[in-house]
C-alpha cells in the first residue's frame, strides 16, 4: 500500500499509475491493499479507468475520462466490456470475459 500512496500524493496532471498483479491469485495482498487504500484514504488523484492482465491502470482526474474513451473506441469489439472498479466506471482488456 505504501507504493501506492506514494504514486497518489505525488502524481501529476496527466499522470497514469499502473498497480502489477492486482488479479495474480499469487499475490491476493496487492488487490487487498488497493481496496484498502481506495475505501479508506483521503487522498484520491488518480482513478481506475481500465483493468486486465493482472494489472489496475489509474489515471488522474484530468484525463481520466479523455484517456478511457481513446482507449476503449479502438479496441476490438471482443474486449470492449466495461465494468465497475472500487466504484469507478472502467473496461476490462481480458478478451475471455
Do not use: C
Request: hydrophobic fraction near 45%.
Amino acid at each position: 500500500m505504501n507504493d501506492l500512496e506514494i504514486a497518489q500524493r505525488t502524481i501529476g496532471a496527466g499522470g497514469v499509475i499502473v498497480m502489477d498483479d492486482f488479479w495474480h491469485s499469487g499475490f491476493p495482498e496487492v488487490q487487498e491493499a488497493v481496496h484498502k487504500y481506495f475505501f479508506t484514504s483521503p487522498i484520491i488523484r488518480a482513478a481506475p479507468f481500465m483493468v486486465g492482465r493482472n494489472k489496475l491502470f489509474l489515471a488522474s482526474h484530468e484525463i481520466r475520462s479523455d484517456l478511457k474513451a481513446y482507449i476503449f473506441e479502438r479496441m476490438p469489439a471482443n474486449m470492449q466490456k466495461q465494468v465497475r472498479v472500487l466504484g469507478y466506471d472502467a473496461f476490462t482488456i481480458d478478451p475471455q470475459w
